[in-house]
Structure formats: structure tokens, C-alpha cells
């Protein structure tokens, strides 16, 4: 396979400063990349400011590279946030808005990021759920989704569901050591990689799942979180009287909550989701002492993200689908040797799908042609580089949310509305879109709405 060089992007700036900075001689050609994916992480870690997530690996990494602290994921659903990011295409443009195994016949020419890697002279290697379901055969080589450890008596959260998805919305300790639970086992898969020699450059993901339900978590991390002290989110009594009633019907799912508060397991599902936030906050602490001790440590781009959060009650609702912020906000941090410098903070929007070009510019891959996404190098170099444009997330078809500095709006297909003033409300309880003084926002946000809509 041949090596394609390096690429200095002259972006926003980033050319004078590649001949100025003195830090930037650093830049590595044909640098590797190391994708952690955390399945279903919201916005609940440390450098984010939530007050009760343990992440010091995270918090870590965070504060080495450049912290994307208003980033969120183009849809909420698992296979229409992958495809989104991992061809940079809108759930939108696509038609891929749900988790129907159809998406390859949706989109049967996109460019997949790890083929561009491949085409581009790279091995490619993937630890655990990246694509969903696997795509196996794109890959050099790849460790299993082997089987999820279970508590005795599954499922034991009490929650007497119809339907099997009762058996995944539980959680509990289990009394197995770290490495044999699934994603352990993808840490030191990655971390066997990463202590072998490869003579060419590699592309290596890791999608950890011990954050996708159901929370089953080895025992030690529950301890650090005892019952008592479980903070629940403060919902208000009348949350869903301006919640139009298109969102009532589809996202708000009263059942999940109504049995979760009746069965008492509240203050415990947030306990197994903090514990497993923590269990995996400790492989990925793993795979960096790994990587720090290699011999690829210098020429090595790191990102660290999430596919999209979910709800733990907020709303007295469950689970992920919705377009408000607990389902959107996610971790986004990238390590670039030669680009970032540590402490970087990037608090304007940012997307996921901007990931994919950001990485044709750094590792010298092929152009997308078809790319939505918009390149991070200049907000890598300087974070406080103001972008110009929100974010935008779908969950189903004409069913969007554009956030931009300081507000949410989100419009659905039966022209229904919601706006949200994160400044003043940033857990969104007060729909702002039915008051005439905020019609001059709802003008500006609604037109960065797709035009084109493709059908389900």
C-alpha cells in the first residue's frame, strides 16, 4: 500500500499559522488515528460539568487537546447517527432515520470513512460496535461483539414490559472482572494492537457499549455512587403542557418512566449508568497509558465521542429518539499531534458529521465529494474560531433541531415548534416558540432547516 503525505490545510487562517507557530512543525505525515466511540454517552462526564460523573480519563484527555463543548450528534438513533458521521451525509439527504438494517441499500454509494482509509494507503483495525450491525468485511482485521455478561435472574430491574425490549432497559452490578465484560475485551484487543509493530499507518476504533443499555457493570463501579447520594433530575410537574402534541405522542413514552418511578429503580438505573460511564472512562484511561508507552504516541490522532445521549428521566422520558438537548449534546475532543496545543475549548456548534472532513485534511485521504460536514482543522488550530453556522440533528423525517450559540429550536413535520433559551433554561422547560417576541429567532434558526427531505 502507498503512503499519501500529509496535507497541510490552508483554512481559516491555518497556512500563516503553520509558517509562524513553531509548534505546528511537529505535524506528523501519514498520522495514525485512534476513534473512541462510547455507545450512548450524553453530555454526563466531567469536563462537561456534570457534578457527579467520574471521568478522570476523559477529563484528562479533554484537557490535552481541544474540547468541542457544543457538539452534537446529526441524529439519535444508533445507525442513522453512524451513517450520518461516517459518511458525513444528513439523516435527511440519506433517508437513513431509523434503525432499519435497510441503510446499505439507502446508501449504496457513499464513501465510508474506514474505505477512504484503506483506498488510502492505511491498515484498519476496529475493536467493538462502530457500524451497526458490524460491516465486517471492510475491515483488516477486527474484534468481535462478543456476548454482554448478565446478572443471575435477568432481567432484574423489575421492569414488566411486553415487549423484549424489557430484557435491555435493566441494570444491576455484576460479579465479573473487567476484562472479560465486552468491552474490556475491546481495550485489550486495541491495546495488543497498539503494542505491535505495523509498517504502515493505521485507523483504529474502538467502540466501547458498556454505556448502551443494559447497564450491567462490574460491582466496584457501582461503590463510588451510593443510592443516597444519586442526584435525579428536577422535572417539573407541568413539563409536558407546551411540548406540542406531535412530540407528546411520538418521543415522551409516559410508560418507561410511570414504571421505573413505581418500581423504585430511579435513583438506581442513573447509579448503573453512572457506573458504567465510569467502568468505561477506565478502559479508554487504559488504551491512552497504552498508546503513551508506544512508539506511536507522537504521530497519533485521538477522538473521543459518543454516537448520541439518551434520556434518564428528564421529561420523565427514556431512552434516546427526541430532539431535545439530553439526546443530542454529546462529547466531542480531539488530540492532533502537531495542531492542538492542550486546553483548547471550542464552545461554539459543532457537528459530528464535520468529523469525517476534518480527518480528509489531517491524514491526506480523498476527497468526499458528497460531504455535508465542514473540516474542524481551523477551530483545531484556533478554537475560538466562530464557525458561522448552528447545528443540525434529525430524528425522523422533517423532524429537526438547530442549535446555535445560545438556543434550541426544533420544528416537526407538522410544522409544530419548540424553542428553548439555553442561557436562561438550559434543561428546557420552557417552550419560548408561541411567544411573538421570539419570532425574529425562529425566522433566523429556521433556515438552516434542510430543503431536501428524503423519504422514509
Known sequence: MNRRKFVNLAL????????????????????????????????????????????????AFAASGVNFTNAHANATECIPSRCSLFASRRPSSTGVYSNN????????????????????????????????????????DFCPMNPAAKPPNFPISGQPFSTDYYKYFDWAPVDVPDDNMRSGRYANWAIQKLQE????????????????????????????????????????????DDIPEFARNRY?????????????????????????????DTLFGRVMD????????????????????????????WRKFALWQENTHVPLIIRAP???????????????????????????????????????????????????????????????????????????VDGSEELYDHQTDPDEHINLAGDPAYQSIIDELAQWLPEVNVLP
Request: hydrophobic fraction near 35%; charge should be negative.
Open 12 to 59: 481559516g487562517g491555518s497556512a500563516a499559522l503553520a509558517l509562524t507557530s513553531p509548534y505546528l512543525r511537529a505535524q506528523p505525515t501519514n498520522p495514525n488515528v485512534i476513534f473512541v466511540f462510547m455507545d450512548d454517552l450524553n453530555d454526563w462526564v466531567g469536563c462537561l460539568g456534570h457534578p457527579q460523573a467520574i471521568t478522570p480519563n476523559i477529563d
Open 290 to 317: 497504552a498508546l503513551e508507552a508506544s512508539p506511536y504516541t507522537d504521530e497519533t490522532i485521538v477522538i473521543f465521542t459518543s454516537d448520541h445521549g439518551l434520556h434518564l428521566g428528564e421529561k420523565f422520558r
Open 197 to 240: 509493530t505495523h509498517s504502515d499507518p493505521f485507523f483504529l476504533p474502538i467502540g466501547f457499549t458498556s454505556t448502551h443499555d443494559a447497564w450491567h457493570i462490574p460491582r466496584r463501579y457501582f461503590e463510588p455512587f451510593p443510592l443516597e447520594s444519586i442526584e435525579l433530575p428536577d422535572v417539573p410537574e407541568d413539563e409536558w
Open 101 to 140: 438494517p435497510d441503510w446499505p441499500l439507502r446508501m449504496p454509494d457513499a464513501f465510508w470513512m474506514p474505505e477512504n482509509f484503506t483506498q488510502n494507503g492505511y491498515l484498519t483495525f476496529r475493536a467493538g460496535k462502530f457500524f451497526h450491525p458490524s460491516y465486517n468485511d471492510i475491515w483488516d
Open 338 to 412: 502537531g495542531i492542538t496545543q492542550p486546553g483548547g475549548v471550542h464552545t461554539h456548534p459543532t457537528e459530528l458529521l464535520d468529523i469525517y472532513p476534518t480527518l480528509v485534511d489531517l491524514c491526506g485521504l480523498s476527497p468526499v465529494e458528497d460531504a455535508e460536514g465542514v473540516p474542524l482543522t481551523s477551530r483545531l488550530l484556533d478554537p475560538t474560531i466562530d464557525p458561522g453556522r448552528p447545528a443540525l440533528i434529525t430524528t425522523d423525517y422533517q423532524c429537526h433541531a438547530v442549535v446555535d450559540e445560545r438556543y434550541g429550536y426544533i420544528r416537526y
Open 252 to 280: 415522551l413514552n409516559p410508560v418507561y418512566h410511570q414504571t421505573v418511578v413505581k418500581q423504585q429503580q430511579w435513583r438506581k438505573a442513573v447509579q448503573a449508568y453512572l457506573a458504567a460511564i465510569y467502568y468505561t
